[in-house]
């Protein structure tokens, strides 16, 4: 295998066009837009409609990335889908999204990985990249996870929406990974997880679904707890690895998981709110999809240079988490400026 570099050559990203505001959930649930705000910095967040799952909002992603790294769909010689919110348990989601793009054959999988799913995908495209396994990778975040919400806890239906992000990584002589930590402790899952439709547990009756057991349960002082600490720790290592220091970081893209959360570890790690990616307000947190909606977005503000250090950063369920430094290379296009839409 020859080994080579690895850039992104392509971003997109795309929204259901439904949106769910603060002021709709205080319709809803005993809440405030002032509560919301202030504790999370969410003010809207996209759900999608019944007639879109999952792998219809990746699709919107991935053209737009094809577009933006001015392929087309059968150029791609891989399809990695991140999600915990798949079509179906099975087959994968990229199985499905690679016949919607017309490449029936490409081989796809998904990776299934929680909030981190982006930063695992990210090292692990790269890696079948820079090995010469593939040429190009088309690599998207793609989540619903309003579908899994139970829209009567207060605690975790103001947090998430819906969404996907893509990018495509081709082979090239330069190379843009510079490092990636990642970690993993299942000791605790149920600190973030769904009880049932798994194998752990009977398989799901009448009286879970009326229990609201398949939906997401979530310790979110635990999490809050956690996500501070690996989103530093992870930063600093990977860091490390590239033998670079905060200093050298021109951007962070972190998980939009809480405003709070991004800003504690911004804090810790100095670095000034100017070169910290925060688009939160307009998503709430889409899971997998948050870190390559909050990229193509960058890109489609035309602030990433050639050359630029990013640092993305993610944790969630699992619990997991990761960080991936990442050397900007080349000039991007954004399709679309970003427009959510397909
Ligand atoms: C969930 C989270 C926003 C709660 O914020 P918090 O400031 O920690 O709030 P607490 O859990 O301490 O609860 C404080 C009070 O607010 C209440 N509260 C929780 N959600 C509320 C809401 N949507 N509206 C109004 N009040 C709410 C709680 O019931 C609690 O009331 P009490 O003191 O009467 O018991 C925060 O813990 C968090 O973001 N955790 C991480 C979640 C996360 O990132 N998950 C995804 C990881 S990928």
Known sequence: MNATGVRIAGVGHHVPKGVLTNADLERMLDTSDEWITTRTGMKERHIATVEEPTSEIALGAARQAIASAGIEAKDLNCIIVATVTPDYPFPATACILGAKLNVPGVPAFDIEIACSGFIYGLTVAS????????????????????????????????????????????????????????????TDPKNLYVEVGGTALPPICAADIEGKRNKVVMNG????????TKMIEATNVALEHAGLTAKDVTWLIPHQ???RIIDAAAKHLDLPSDRVIVNIDRYGNTSAASIPIALSETV???KLKDGDVVLFVGFGGGLSWGAVAWRWNGTVKAS???KVGG
């Open 221 to 228: 002082r635990e999490v809050f707890r956690f996500a501070v």
């Open 127 to 186: 890696s079948l990249v820079r090995t010469g396994v593939f040429k190009r990778v088309l690599l998207v975040g793609a989540e619903e996870l309003s579908r899994i919400i139970n829209y009567d806890d207060r605690s975790t239906a103001v947090l998430f929406g819906d969404g996907a992000g893509a990018v495509v990584l081709e082979a090239s002589e330069t190379d843009s990974f510079l490092s990636s930590e990642l970690g993993a402790d299942g």
């Open 257 to 259: 998981a809480n405003r």
């Open 300 to 302: 489609a503000s035309g």
């Open 336 to 338: 679309m400026n970003g």
